[in-house]
């Protein structure tokens, strides 16, 4: 079976990521109420009493409201690295101790037929990372909650055939909205997230003609709209000399609408 994958929800209220090999079944967060995510998983057909086990990036509640939840009501296994672990174990309730792995920073992990490649990323959490996923020569990255995109983080991401790739907010629409400066400064920050520009640059380094798919994640409420995302990365896309539409797809994602599944 191909990989593939959903974008189950993204944004500031929320985010889970779930994708699939045949064998392994993997959720990569669980940013929402266990109903929500149980919801969330019919629209896209998967049972999940299915799932393999669950990937942590951070700890941040948008990343693990119903991680405690969805593990005891599945029994799943949580993976998620040491100072990860440390920072969110109040926030979730009691695991078992064989429900618990650590999965390591800059670490590749084979589950069943799917090799995972985590990474480092900055972002004001205790020790934040995000995933590569290899399945039969195809490559889906997972790059969402990050201050900046590093030429580290670049050459790990590279040349992969579908990205979730954070695109968070218009720094106009930021500057002037009703956000406090402390607030501000934090997402424009080295430790906060990536604007629609910046992702659009970050992607033109690491774009190839193996591309398919661009899924822009993580858009605030606030500021950012669908449209404008769209609209901006297309536009230095292009530029560029990037062809979007005939060669390279690119996808809004929703933090209350899974994405339909995609088959890379």
């Not at 896209?44 to 393999?52: A, G, K, M, R, T």
């Not at 409420?221 to 990037?242: C, H, P, T, W, Y």
Request: glycine share 6%.
């Amino acid at each position: 079976m191909s990989l593939r994958f959903s974008v189950l929800a993204s944004g500031s209220t929320g985010n889970a990521f779930y994708i699939e090999s045949g064998e392994e079944k993997i959720l990569v967060d669980a940013g929402l109420s266990g109903k929500r995510m149980e919801q969330l998983l019919s629209q896209v057909n998967i049972d999940p009493h299915e799932l393999s086990r669950i990937l942590v990036t951070h700890e941040h509640s948008d990343h693990i409201k119903g991680l405690g939840i969805m593990a005891r009501r599945y029994n799943l296994p949580i993976y998620a690295n040491e100072k990860t672990w440390k920072a969110m174990e109040n926030q979730i309730g009691k695991i078992s101790l064989d429900q618990k792995f650590h999965f390591n920073m800059e670490e590749t992990k084979t589950f069943g037929n799917l090799d995972i490649e985590s990474f480092a990323v900055s972002h004001d959490a205790a020790d934040p990372m995000f995933y590569t996923f290899h399945h039969e020569g195809k490559k889906v990255a997972l790059v969402t909650d990050l201050g900046y995109v590093s030429e580290r983080i670049k050459k790990t991401v590279e040349n992969a055939d579908a990205y979730i790739f954070e695109s968070n907010h218009d720094v106009s629409m930021l500057r002037m909205g009703r956000y406090p400066w402390n607030v501000k400064r934090r997402i424009l920050g080295d430790s906060g997230h990536v604007s629609n520009e910046d992702c659009a640059l970050a992607l033109t380094d690491i774009l190839t003609d193996r591309t398919q798919r661009i899924y822009l994640a993580h858009l605030s409420l606030d500021n950012n709209m669908k449209d404008l995302a769209r609209m901006s990365v297309s536009n230095i896309l292009q530029e560029r000399g990037f062809e979007l539409g005939s060669r390279i797809e690119l996808h809004d994602t929703d933090p209350a609408e899974a994405t339909p599944m995609f088959h890379v």
